[in-house]
């Protein structure tokens, strides 16, 4: 069963005017049930959603944002984070689990590092995020 927050997979990016609006004002217009801030999501679903945006919008090496709108792991992670897709310490704990999975796969360097790796491939970025998100849901996360 799919949470409803994970119904849209790949988030649009906020809209100039949603940019402009500060945090605290977004929180009193969706306490008064003006505007719907997104559900932040565990580490094992943000997992999923990060493979989503990549896909969505592209993969990319070497920068966070490329200029055409492709992102990296930690790029897609940022998003997800700056559109209240994932709170700062499900993310944190998210990166965990990444470097988890890159210690079990006998790799000793930060995932954005070997995500810039001119050997890697999106296929094989899919897969090391999506075992990782396979351990954070074995658990519990």
């Keep these: 069963m799919i949470p409803s927050a994970l119904e849209i997979?790949?988030?649009d990016p906020p809209t100039w005017g949603q940019r402009l609006i500060p945090k605290g004002v977004r929180s009193a217009m969706a306490d008064l049930g003006l505007w719907q801030e997104p559900r932040p999501l565990k580490p094992s679903f943000h997992?999923?959603?990060v493979i989503e945006v990549l896909t969505r919008y592209g993969w990319c090496q070497s920068f966070d944002f490329s200029p055409t709108g492709r992102m990296c792991i930690r790029g897609a992670q940022k998003f997800l984070e700056s559109t209240g897709h994932v709170t700062a310490i499900d993310r944190g704990k998210a990166v965990n689990y990444l470097q988890?999975?890159?210690a079990r796969q006998g790799v000793n360097?930060?995932?954005w590092e070997w995500n810039d790796l001119s050997s890697n491939t999106f296929q094989g970025v899919e897969a090391m995020i999506s075992a990782a998100s396979d351990l954070a849901r074995k658990n519990g996360d």
């Design 47 to 49: 997992l999923v959603q």
């Design 100 to 102: 988890s999975q890159l």
């Design 9 to 11: 997979w790949a988030p």
């Design 109 to 111: 360097m930060r995932f």
